[in-house]
């Protein structure tokens, strides 16, 4: 059907990159909006960043300015550049696509996640 592959979580210390990539690809007839949520043990999974198909943007409340999101419409796939990790933004990072397998079906898909661990 449709899968979504993330890639670029791993292990940073505080004040460092990383840039999370994540393709939809399977029988999809087009994407719209993509996004990244957070989730924490023990907390609800929460977004990070969206975007829809026109390139506009949503952020999380506490991004300030250090994440960026962005999409290449052409390979389906959206990015998240993090910048000066924080300890606090540790978490598995879960990629969501909402996919048109046809045309009138749009369904939402969730990549299996990535983990971002940011040491002190």
């Known amino acids: 059907q449709v899968q979504l592959v993330e890639s670029g979580g791993g292990l940073v210390q505080a004040g460092g990159s990383l840039r999370l990539s994540c393709t939809a690809s399977?029988?999809?007839?087009?994407?719209?909006?993509m996004g990244w949520y957070r989730q924490v043990p023990g907390r609800q999974r929460e977004l990070v960043a969206a975007?829809?198909?026109?390139?506009?943007?949503n952020y999380g409340d506490s991004r300030e300015g250090r994440f960026t999101i962005s999409r290449d419409n052409a390979k389906n796939t959206v990015y998240l550049q993090m910048n000066s990790l924080r300890p606090e933004d540790t978490g598995v990072y879960y990629c969501?696509?909402?996919?048109?397998?046809?045309?009138?079906?749009?369904?939402?898909?969730w990549g299996q996640g990535t983990q971002v661990t940011v040491s002190s």
């Open positions: 399977g029988r999809v007839f087009s994407v719209n909006a």
């Open positions: 975007i829809d198909n026109g390139g506009y943007t």
């Open positions: 969501n696509a909402e996919v048109e397998v046809h045309a009138g079906l749009e369904n939402a898909y």
